[in-house]
Structure formats: structure tokens, C-alpha cells
């Protein structure tokens, strides 16, 4: 990327693959770890019977700025309870990479592009303040996000062992702004004042023992999972303890919707999709380009005519060189070479173009006199 161009910069969130797969908000990373661990990982954008059957784990970015819906929450909470050994990952929006990014360029760019990138990043925080309603007080029934805290660094001093094993708390940038507070127990990462980075919520499926529980992971931001933040490898730590959490050989979906997806109580047969919507999927998205480059560059390469135009040849109907050609045609196709020679050297030699005359008793009229 060029400095200076922020409009180069990619931020969509909560994307996979397709075009927003490289964003510093995309989710293709986290995806990433789930697959080294063995799992089989897929995309939708709604809730359907068929997506609940074939899914072990759902992992939801929220793409905007509010808490699960009333509708999604009972929809997941009796997906829970429909099977044990499934799992639901909800990570709130409260968090944007593209200061991080500005901030992280501009400690090591030159003197000269210093102003530049402090414009940028200044740019995207004040972005990001006016998307987030940070004075709103919500309560999502799983969870509470309090209003007016400011926003912070989160350094993990009473995190529990098993998740900051290993982990260089120091050199950790995830952050918060609101504050989140879960209204239950267990709470698996938590800093400083209570400060919750993850909090779990248990779903008991229908005739099974309290042990079995389905667990909801409640990540407060992506701060350690999205793309950018996780070139930390302290970042990469944490984000594998909870990759662990999903376990090996698993269905996993991920939901790349809003906080009030849409849900279908039957499978759509037909989803609408427009023309362009390959081009959001690989690998067509890259073999399409490259054709549209090499139809671009045809088209370009046969458009112009450089120079004048060679005028056209004009053909004559007394053209004597078609009675030539004409002739040479027939006599190939008897097949007979002898016969073709034969039938040539009664035009080129002198003392046979006469012949028939002389053997009819009469004097060629070359030879008559006036």
C-alpha cells in the first residue's frame, strides 16, 4: 500500500473470503487456526434448518455496532438445546483495526510522511466513534454493555491460567470501550477493574445432565481476532486458546450477518443471488479477473489500425489470371499429372497450339496471306 492513500486501506468487517477476506477487519485469519486444527470451516449470511443440521459451531462477528436480537438469541438458544457438543462464538463489535493499523506504520514510516499518516488515523478513530452509540446503556439479556466507560487498553492481569498461559500480557494491544458484563458465572478472560474480555454462558440441552452443557463464548471485541490484530503473536496465543475451546474435526459456520440476521424456518430452494456474486467467490473471483484482463487487452490490441489503410485490390471479371487459376483447379482434380502436363503444353508449345488446323487439310489463318 502506498502511504498517503487511505482509501487503499481495506476495513470491511467481519468477512472470511471474497473481496473483504484481506481487510484488516476480515475474520480469513481466525478462520485460518480453525482449520489447522482439523475443521471444516464455511460462510452464510442467514440461519436455515439444513445450515443449524450441518453446523457443530457457529462463530458470529456482528458486522454492526449492536447486540444480538431478541429473535437470534432464541433462535440459537434452541439450536443449543436441540444437541450437546455444540458451541456458538458471538463477537460483539466495539472494536476498529484501521487506527491500529495507521498507528502501527506511523512508528516506524519517515519523517516526511509522519503529518500524512497522523491525518489518517485521526480519520479512521473519528470513524469509528460516529458508527458505535457509546452513550446507549443495553441490555441483551445474555449480557449488559454499560455506557460512557472510556476507551482503554486491556492487559489481562487477572486473566485465568488456562487461557494467558504463555502469554506476554505486556505485549498485548487488545483494548476495550464499553464495558461488558455478563450475567453469569464464568467469566474466562478478565482484566483489570473486572473488565471482561470473554465471558461464557451455558445452554443444558434438552434431557441431558448440567456436565453436558452448550457453551456461548461472549468476546467483547475482536481486538485479538480480526486479521490485523492477529500478526501479534501474543494475540495468536489467546486466539488459539479459544480455537482449542472448538476442538478438532468439527462443522464449523461462520455467520457473516448484523445483529438481526435473517432466519428462515425452511430451507430457501432458490437464493437470490445477482450475476456478480461469483466474483465473490474463489477461486472464480481471481480466474474471472484475469479474463477480463486478457478480453481488455484483446480488445485494445484489435481496436486501433495504425498507419494508412492498403487500399483494397480491385477484381475484374476480365481478369485473365482467374481463367489460369480456374483451369489449374479442374486439372487437379483428375488426379492425373501426365495428362494435366499433357494438356498445358498444347497452350505453351508453337508446333502444337496449330496442329488441329494442319490435320484437317487447312493452313493455319496465321498462315494465309492477304
Known amino acids: 500500500m502506498c502511504l498517503g492513500c487511505a482509501e487503499e486501506l ?15 477487519n476480515g475474520t480469513a485469519a481466525f478462520s485460518q487456526l480453525i482449520v489447522e486444527q482439523g475443521s471444516k470451516v464455511r460462510s452464510t449470511s442467514y440461519l436455515a434448518p439444513k445450515i443449524a443440521e450441518h453446523t457443530d459451531v457457529f462463530v458470529w462477528f456482528v458486522r454492526d455496532f449492536e447486540p444480538p436480537s431478541e429473535e437470534a438469541r432464541d433462535w440459537f438458544e434452541e439450536w443449543l438445546k436441540a444437541e450437546r457438543n455444540r458451541m456458538l462464538i458471538v463477537v460483539l463489535r466495539d472494536f476498529d483495526a484501521a ?7 506511523r512508528k516506524s514510516a519517515p519523517k516526511e510522511y509522519q503529518p500524512a499518516i497522523e491525518e489518517h488515523e485521526a480519520e479512521a478513530l473519528a470513524r469509528f466513534a460516529l458508527l458505535r452509540n457509546k452513550d446507549k446503556e443495553i441490555d441483551a439479556d445474555w449480557f449488559k454493555w454499560l455506557a460512557g466507560a472510556a476507551h482503554r487498553p486491556w492487559n489481562g492481569t487477572k486473566a485465568g491460567d488456562a487461557w494467558c ?3 506476554d500480557t505486556s505485549k498485548l494491544e487488545t483494548e476495550l470501550s464499553r464495558k461488558l458484563v455478563p450475567k453469569s458465572p464464568t467469566v474466562a478472560l478478565v482484566g483489570e477493574k473486572d473488565d471482561a474480555l470473554v465471558a461464557v ?3 443444558r440441552p434438552r434431557n441431558r445432565p448440567a456436565r453436558e452443557s452448550n457453551p456461548i463464548y461472549i468476546v467483547a471485541n ?3 481476532l480480526l486479521n490485523l490484530p492477529l500478526v501479534n503473536h501474543e494475540h ?3 486466539a488459539t486458546r ?6 478438532a474435526l468439527r462443522e464449523v ?4 450477518a448484523g445483529h438481526d440476521p435473517r432466519i428462515h424456518t425452511h430451507d430457501p430452494k432458490d437464493v437470490a443471488h445477482s450475476s456478480l456474486s461469483i466474483m465473490g467467490i474463489e477461486p472464480f473471483d481471481h480466474i474471472l479477473l484475469h479474463l477480463c484482463v486478457a478480453g481488455l487487452v484483446f480488445l485494445v490490441a484489435s481496436w486501433p489500425i495504425f498507419g494508412r489503410p492498403a487500399p483494397d485490390t480491385a477484381a475484374h471479371a476480365s481478369d485473365f489470371g482467374k481463367h489460369i487459376a480456374a483451369l489449374g483447379k479442374l486439372l487437379s482434380r483428375q488426379e492425373n499429372r501426365g495428362a494435366a502436363e499433357a494438356r498445358i503444353a498444347t497452350y505453351t508449345d508453337p508446333h502444337t497450339r496449330g496442329g488441329g488446323a494442319r490435320r484437317r487439310g487447312r493452313r493455319p489463318s496465321s498462315d494465309l496471306k492477304g
Not at 487506527?99 to 506504520?105: C, E, G, R, V
Not at 479459544?242 to 476442538?247: D, F, P, R, S, T
Open 201 to 203: 454462558r451455558r445452554v
Open 10 to 24: 481495506p476495513i470491511e468487517y467481519g468477512i472470511r473470503n471474497g473481496n473483504g477476506s484481506d481487510s484488516v
Open 242 to 247: 479459544l480455537v482449542e475451546e472448538i476442538g
Open 253 to 256: 459456520t461462520f455467520l457473516e
Open 236 to 238: 495468536r496465543k489467546l
Open 165 to 167: 498461559k504463555d502469554v
Open 222 to 224: 475482536g481486538s485479538f
Open 99 to 105: 487506527p491500529l493499523y495507521w498507528k502501527s506504520i
